[in-house]
C-alpha cells in the first residue's frame, strides 16, 4: 500500500515562491506517474501538473504553465511542484496522486478519476 504525503504549504505574497513536496511511502513510485491537482473552497478539484515515471513528459494546466515546475527524485521517492510568481488564485489546497497507468494521452493526464492513492493536501494561501 502507497501512501502520499504533501508537504512545503504556506502562506505566501503574490509574486512569491513556495516548493511542495509529494511524498510516497510503503512503496516505490519510480515507476508510476504523479499528478499535482488543486482544490479550492466551494470549487471542484483541477488539475495542475503531471510527471511520466523518469520525469521526460510533463504536462501543466494553461492557468500555471511557465510559472509551475513538477520534478521528481525517484531515489527519493519524492515528487515536487515549484511554484514561482504565485498568485491569489492559486489558493487551493493541493493535492498529489498516482496515475493508473502511463496516461499516454495527454487528455487522460488531467481528469481526477485517472488518479488514486491520494494525499490529503497542503494549502496554500497566496496573499494580494
Known amino acids: 500500500q502507497v501512501q502520499l504525503v504533501e508537504s512545503g504549504g504556506g502562506l505566501v505574497q503574490a509574486g512569491g515562491s513556495l516548493r511542495l513536496s509529494c511524498e510516497a511511502s510503503?512503496?516505490?513510485?519510480?515507476?508510476?506517474?504523479v499528478g499535482w491537482f488543486r482544490q479550492a473552497p466551494g470549487k471542484e478539484r483541477d488539475f495542475v501538473a503531471y510527471?511520466?515515471?523518469?520525469?521526460?513528459?510533463?504536462t501543466y494546466a494553461d492557468s500555471v504553465k511557465g510559472r509551475f515546475t513538477v520534478s521528481r527524485d525517484n531515489a527519493k521517492n519524492v515528487v515536487y511542484l515549484e511554484m514561482n510568481s504565485l498568485k491569489p488564485e492559486d489558493t487551493a489546497v493541493y493535492s498529489c496522486?498516482?496515475?493508473?497507468?502511463?496516461?499516454?494521452?495527454?487528455?487522460?493526464?488531467?481528469?481526477?478519476?485517472?488518479?488514486?492513492?491520494w494525499g490529503q493536501g497542503t494549502q496554500v494561501t497566496v496573499a494580494s
Open positions: 496522486a498516482l496515475g493508473k497507468g502511463s496516461l499516454s494521452l495527454p487528455a487522460l493526464r488531467t481528469l481526477p478519476r485517472n488518479y488514486e492513492y
Open positions: 510503503g512503496r516505490s513510485i519510480g515507476g508510476r506517474t
Open positions: 510527471i511520466n515515471w523518469s520525469g521526460a513528459t510533463t
